[in-house]
């Protein structure tokens, strides 16, 4: 790369830079964040020209809200320019283009000329006698340009223009929607020895990309899912209202409260959120249910595993009774010499309480199901019959029960079963089949279908 060799040589010249204090950021798990931060700065009366830096390179600038601090009047924001094209050779010698530079060699010598374009390893020069010069990279030791071209900005910028009625130092809050920031929550399930009880654990999981730290900053997260118009949104669609019960966690951690139809998070404490990290805080105390362990096998010609479930309701009567954010769960149990085996994991959506919750944990070793149809025949034009089969073997030390989901994608009657179901919706009947130990159970159903 040619990039590499190019240096500046110039004296920045900047306006006001207006100097940051406190932060609040709210994180909501679709890539966004809103951010609010209290600045200082002194003002004239009269126009006045900053630059806002130490903004987020994905900063949402159509979202930017400013607003004195107390009495909200005196200053008023006229113009907003983002500038967000940021300074690197490259950028710098496109600008370049048709105009002079120097080029000086590893052997000292010094090339001047037009700069007409770079590829393939050469820079092509036109020098003042009107000779083409392509000069190999490799024998170059820098390019030197007189100034810095307009346009480019060291760090992203906002470019404020306003009117004030007043003078002297005062504080400000600014406001604004920046992507590239997100959390999701992940939990630890713990299994007890005999598959009865649950401890349950949640962390939450910060990402920020957006192109800024956040110093110290006031913490909160939004569960939910917001509608958000795509490409452009704005501020105005997620300041939201709305209250309820809060609850919190022990140790300065997160303080859970209904907000609107979505459920808040604020942590007990300030943070700092760095940019480019992965920060995990825990959600809430660990608390414990009790679960039921689920043997399920979907009857489909070909499938012989049977799944495992573990279900819990999420109540205070239970020992749970908190909104779960959308997230992964991983299962792990108890062995016998006290230590946690990882068993597997599933993902659940936003739960609120009182809902019951249904981990899909892996299929079972010792638990074998056989889907057979022995026979299908047509009763009529439109009626049509099926008889079938389907065989349950528990090779466990212990008896079982298996509930089986039977999966039917047109009109359908069970005529004839040895054993009772229940139809769970309009494709699905359910069977609860008893297996003993080491025992085989055959259940057998003839199905009409039409008619």
């Known amino acids: 790369m040619l990039y590499k060799y190019l240096t500046i040589v110039l004296v920045l010249s900047l306006s006001a830079v207006l100097v940051a204090g406190d932060v609040a950021v709210t994180v909501y798990n679709q890539d966004l964040a809103l951010v609010r931060e209290t600045r200082t700065q002194d003002f ?15 900063i949402d600038a159509t979202s930017v809200h400013f607003k004195l601090k107390g009495d909200d009047k005196g200053v ?21 283009l048709g105009h002079d530079i120097d080029v000086i060699m590893k052997n000292g010598d010094v090339l001047s000329g ?45 470019k404020w223009l306003l009117d004030s009625d007043i003078s002297g130092n005062r504080d400000f809050e600014v ?32 990402d920020n990309r957006s192109g800024k730290t956040y110093k110290e900053a006031k913490l909160k997260l939004v569960a939910g899912d917001i509608h958000r118009v795509i490409p452009e949104f704005g501020a105005q669609d997620i300041m939201l209202a709305g209250m309820g019960d809060a609850r919190r966690a022990k140790g300065g951690g997160f303080e859970e409260k209904a907000f609107f139809e979505y459920h808040l998070y604020t942590l007990g404490r300030k943070t700092t959120i760095a940019n480019n990290e992965t920060k995990q805080v825990a959600l809430f ?17 070909g499938n012989k595993k049977i799944g495992v479930v573990v279900s819990f309701k999420n109540s205070e009567i239970s020992g749970l009774g908190m909104p779960l954010p959308k ?53 009529s034009e ?20 298996v509930v089986t ?29 008893p297996v003993v130990k080491d025992g085989e159970t055959v259940l057998k159903l003839t199905v009409r279908f039409g008619g």
């Open 285 to 301: 105390e660990p608390a414990s249910a009790p679960v039921e362990k689920i043997y399920r096998y979907n009857a489909n010609a």
């Open 382 to 401: 439109r009626v049509r019959e099926e008889i079938h089969e389907i065989k349950l073997r528990n090779h466990k030390d212990e008896d079982i029960i």
């Open 175 to 206: 406001s604004y929607l920046t992507r590239n920031i997100n959390w999701h929550a992940e939990y630890i399930a713990l299994l007890d020895e005999n598959d009865k009880n649950l401890r349950l654990s949640g962390w939450v999981s910060l």
């Open 327 to 379: 997230g992964k769960v991983r299962i792990t149990k108890l062995d016998s010499d006290g230590s946690e085996e990882f068993v597997g994991e599933d993902m659940i959506d936003h739960t609120p309480k009182d809902e019951e919750v249904e981990l899909q944990v892996g299929n079972a070793f010792d638990i074998v199901g056989e889907t057979t149809i022995l026979d299908s025949r047509r009763i």
């Open 76 to 96: 008023e924001l006229l113009e907003q320019n983002y500038q967000y094209d940021l300074i690197s050779a490259e950028k710098i010698l496109q600008r370049y």
């Open 114 to 158: 037009k700069y007409l374009s770079s590829s393939s390893g050469y820079l092509v020069l036109q020098l003042p006698d009107g000779a083409i010069r392509m000069v190999n990279s490799k024998e170059m030791l820098s390019v030197t340009a007189p100034k810095l071209p307009e346009g480019l900005v060291l760090v992203p910028t906002l």
């Open 405 to 433: 989901r039977h999966h039917f994608w047109t009109d359908w009657r069970i005529v004839e079963s040895n054993y009772e179901y229940t139809r769970k919706d309009a494709r699905t009947a359910e069977f609860k089949i």
């Open 44 to 58: 004239s009366k009269g126009l006045n020209n900053f630059d806002l830096t130490d903004v987020p390179v994905f």
